[in-house]
């Protein structure tokens, strides 16, 4: 069965530069686990591939059941030089969201 | 020494609400009230306007932030930190002694500490930006260079019993752990002391954008609901010599506190949560916790830090061109499909043009202008706003963008409608080092007699 990641989680994101982190935290450990294993950063990097132009690093922060994903070269060169309508790429959380991940029933 | 130091945020941002930082003056009982008002580009704007009027270049509402706390926190003893100085914290001491003095304030001691500007050391940055350029090449465009300050300077004009502390460029952490880190007389060269600097700088980094973590920035209809958001309060942290953080904010303000509005502002805008690099120490959040201690009470513990860097973090802003960009709706059967004929009539009209532009979009908002193609194959939204952008080196051209849309009325598809168009210079930043060596604080201290 699959199912949007923003059922199973929660997400901020943030920028430096043209690098983009988004922290992502499972609404419980069950969810934690699930995500541990089907939202890795290559998921999210092929998923996102038409944004972002470099590399995806999963940090796992298990005692806030929680990931910080980041996205290299996520921000069209940078939050200040960007002709993009969202130059600091804040709503990216919700496209990490978007993702559809298998959960077993 | 004060043995639970309470500290709260007045601003997150240059363009922050003013009422919650008038609530925490007058009733959160404060020994510290911080202003954090410096984005990465905001320094480089303000440098343009010094560049124009040598009497300004701090943040535009300097005057009206304090003249909404000055008078309590002058009443409450709270002493005030902030970075609204910006490219010109001697120019922004001098119109807080002004307000001070309109104000019928008196004994009121206000302190700059300027430093920041590095402009003229440019031979000694690191040959390369963070993304591998070479650095030189953005001189000669060079509008504003500004190494990221830690504690020190603040310290030095705390020892100097200043009430109100305007820096410029100062890492956001810095500004709130400076003072943990002067009243509880902690040691940043000393490794005993590593887990209450790292407390600290985690306290800070929670604290620093204000009401991100009293649920600002977080709601989610029915996923996660925020009381009273219109009436969201910032926060306040109590902080104990041991390195203890509670995360809390005044029980009559909108928003809460809790596990979820902390976890998502720990890591807001980190990258590797091991090595949180500031000026002051590199600090380590990846085993940091939370616990619920009470209603809109979170308890911080775990973080610790290792020595600081070496170097300094310099953001060099750049004239980059002119933005131009030019909007136009369309609604209706057939909406979408309008909207992108429009597009491509514009694009290919730029296209004949005689004059460059770089990174030229067609955005369709409402369907694909945030997150490129993503959530294309969704049906089709009732209306559709098109947005034609791009960059030149003149903003003669970059208007010629918005001319183009403009001319949709009268040459393009049916039924288009709120044509609105701008220019904009862009002002670009990269980011070097620079050896911490190179760089000095200089604190300046006036008084309201």
């Known amino acids: ?105 | 020494m004060t043995d639970h130091l309470t500290i709260g945020t007045g601003a997150g941002f240059a363009g922050d609400r003013i009422d919650p930082a008038t609530a925490l003056a007058d009733q959160a009982d404060l020994d510290y009230l911080v202003f954090e008002c410096l984005a990465e580009r905001t320094i480089a704007n303000a440098q343009r306007r010094k560049m124009d009027d040598p009497s300004t270049g701090y943040t535009p509402l300097l005057s009206r932030r304090m003249e909404a706390v000055l008078p309590s926190c002058v009443e409450n003893n709270t002493r005030i930190i902030t970075n609204m100085g910006a490219a010109n914290p001697e120019a922004a001491r001098k119109r807080v002694i002004d307000i001070a003095t309109e104000l019928g304030i008196s004994d009121l001691s206000v302190a700059s500490v300027a430093g920041s500007a590095v402009r003229d050391r440019f031979d000694h940055f690191e040959e390369q930006t963070f993304s591998g350029e070479s650095t030189t090449q953005y001189q000669e465009n060079c509008v504003s260079a500004n190494a990221y300050l830690g504690v020190q300077g603040i310290l030095d004009a705390l020892n100097d019993d200043a009430d109100v502390i305007i820096t410029g460029r100062v890492a956001d952490p810095s500004l709130f752990l400076a003072p943990m880190v002067y009243e509880h007389g902690w040691d940043l060269t000393n490794p005993t002391d590593a887990d209450q600097i790292g407390q600290g700088i985690a306290c800070a980094h929670l604290l620093e954008c204000a009401g991100q973590v009293t649920g600002g920035y977080f709601a989610d209809p029915d996923y996660k609901d925020v009381p009273n958001l219109e009436t969201l309060g910032f926060p306040i942290a109590e902080v104990t010599v041991d390195g203890d953080v509670t995360i809390m904010k005044l029980p009559n303000s909108g928003g809460k506190v809790t596990l979820r509005t902390c976890k998502e502002q720990i890591l807001y805008e980190v990258h590797d949560p091991s090595a949180y690099l500031t000026p002051d120490a590199i600090a380590d959040f990846s085993n940091v916790s939370f616990e619920q201690v009470g209603t809109d009470q979170v308890q911080v513990s775990g973080a610790t830090a290792d020595p600081k860097p070496e170097t300094l973090k310099v953001n060099i802003g750049y004239e980059d061109g002119v933005l131009g960009e030019g909007q136009i709706s369309y609604a209706g059967p057939n909406a979408e499909q309008r909207a992108r004929l429009a597009g491509d009539t514009v694009r290919k009209r730029l296209v004949a043009r005689d004059f460059p532009i770089d990174d030229l979009r067609v955005d369709i908002m409402g369907v694909d202008s945030l997150h490129e193609g993503r959530g294309r194959d969704q049906s089709s939204p009732y209306e559709v706003r098109l947005r034609v952008a791009g960059k030149c080196e003149t903003s003669t051209n970059a208007a010629e963008i918005g001319r183009e849309v403009q001319t949709l009325y009268t040459n393009g598809p049916a039924g288009g409608g709120g044509v609105t168009m701008r220019t904009k210079p862009v002002l670009g930043i990269v980011s070097t080092l620079i050896d911490r060596n190179h760089v000095h604080h200089d604190v300046c201290i006036e008084e309201v007699k």
Request: glycine share 10%; hydrophobic share 40%; no cysteine.
């Open chain 1, 1 to 105: 069965m699959g199912i949007p990641v923003h059922e199973l989680a929660h997400a901020r994101a943030g920028d430096k530069g043209d690098t983009s982190n988004i922290g992502v935290f499972g609404y419980d450990d069950d969810s934690y686990q699930i995500l541990k294993k089907e939202l890795t950063a290559a998921r999210v990097e092929n998923e996102l591939e038409e944004i972002i132009e470099g590399s995806v690093t999963r940090y796992d922060l298990p005692q806030l059941n929680g990931f910080n994903f980041v996205l290299e070269g996520a921000l069209a060169g940078g939050v200040t030089t960007s002709v993009r309508v969202d130059t600091h790429g804040k709503s990216l959380s919700y496209a990490l969201l978007d993702i559809v991940v298998d959960v077993e029933k």
